[in-house]
């Protein structure tokens, strides 16, 4: 019962926010007019909130839901809580082919989200590769993971700084402010985003049996290394497809999770949905305060995520045992 009333709480809130954040800017509608607007048409101020708000929100919330399950996929797979795409380079790895690609070749920037899951999938092989000492070890995991987070990071600032001259800003990239987004990015996140969080429902079992030890998983029918494989693409996918759309966002996947833990318990077929709710409700309310509260100027909502992230993040370290399963 508890668990319903969370789900139903979360997306009320995700409703209420998104209505607010549509009608709340430079242009103001009531959230009645909104509605009729959107469904009749006739109002001059909602057709600019549908062409130009709307999309901005829709990208926000699908960009927190992909981060949000990826962090919990990836936690899965590393039995680690401080797993994070953000934290450990996955998405600096997507954001750097982001960028590469905007500056060298911008006649590909459709196929951006392929060529960003190619860097996600790199950064997240070098991570397993220097972290894997006879498993993976938390504190080991967040060193390298930051390691190649600051490397790919570095490259992306050198490429920005070339892409300047060459072909114009192309910050945009990887860029956090979801302000210029289209309909037509809302497709393509969309598209993809929903393969990847249906997916990820489907593999919920695997995702439980992985908390068990490896032996155990194994006599239950699971080929761990398969499923280790099979769960970490998904959740590379899901980082990486959110980083090319929305921007460098992180903290999403670590945040997220460990509160959702506490409302609906571990079982990730209740666990995987409900972290994508609250992940889109997190990313919209953060771009909603960073469009609003100094408007008209506009603060990224990575920018805010980094504020709240950071501390939690010292927070789960200082837990020591606790964070480590002991």
């Avoid at 109002?43 to 699908?62: A, E, G, K, Q, T």
Wanted: aromatic fraction near 8%.
């Amino acid at each position: 019962m508890k668990k319903t009333i969370y789900f139903v709480t979360a997306v009320v809130l995700l409703v209420a926010v998104a209505l607010y954040s549509a009608a709340t800017g430079s242009i103001k509608v009531g959230p009645w007019e909104l509605i009729q607007g959107l469904i009749y048409g006739g109002n001059d101020h909602v057709d600019v909130i549908r062409d130009f708000r709307l999309p901005r929100i829709i990208v926000s919330i699908m960009t927190g839901a992909a981060l949000a399950v990826s962090g919990v996929l990836l936690q899965a797979v590393m039995r680690n809580p401080l797993a994070d795409a953000g934290v450990i380079g996955i998405s600096s790895g997507a954001g750097f082919v982001s960028v590469l690609i905007a500056t060298l070749s911008p006649t590909l920037i459709f196929w951006m989200p392929a060529f960003s899951v190619i860097g996600g999938l790199v950064a997240c092989f070098l991570v397993y590769l220097f972290s894997w000492r006879s498993g993976l070890q938390p504190l080991r995991l967040i060193l390298v993971g930051v390691a190649i987070n600051a490397m790919f990071s570095g490259l992306s600032q050198l490429f920005n700084y070339r892409g300047s001259y060459a072909v114009g800003n192309v910050n945009q990239a990887v860029s956090s402010m979801f302000s210029m987004k289209t309909w037509n990015d809302v497709e393509m996140i969309l598209l993809y985003s929903s393969i990847g969080l249906i997916i990820a429902v489907l593999l919920s079992t695997w995702c439980n049996m992985l908390s068990l030890q490896d032996r155990t998983a194994s006599n239950l029918g699971l080929r761990v290394m398969r499923a280790r494989v099979i769960i970490s693409f998904v959740a590379v996918l899901l980082a990486s497809i959110a980083t090319a759309i929305g921007g460098l966002i992180a903290f999403v996947g670590l945040l997220i999770p460990h509160i959702a833990r506490q409302m609906v318990g571990t079982d990730h077929k209740i666990l995987i949905p409900f972290c994508a709710i609250l992940g889109g409700l997190l990313i919209l309310l953060a771009d909603t305060i960073g469009r609003t509260i100094i408007a008209p100027m506009e603060i990224p909502a990575s920018v805010i995520m980094t504020i709240i992230g950071g501390p939690f993040l010292i927070f789960m370290l200082m837990r020591g045992d606790r964070v480590n399963g002991n």
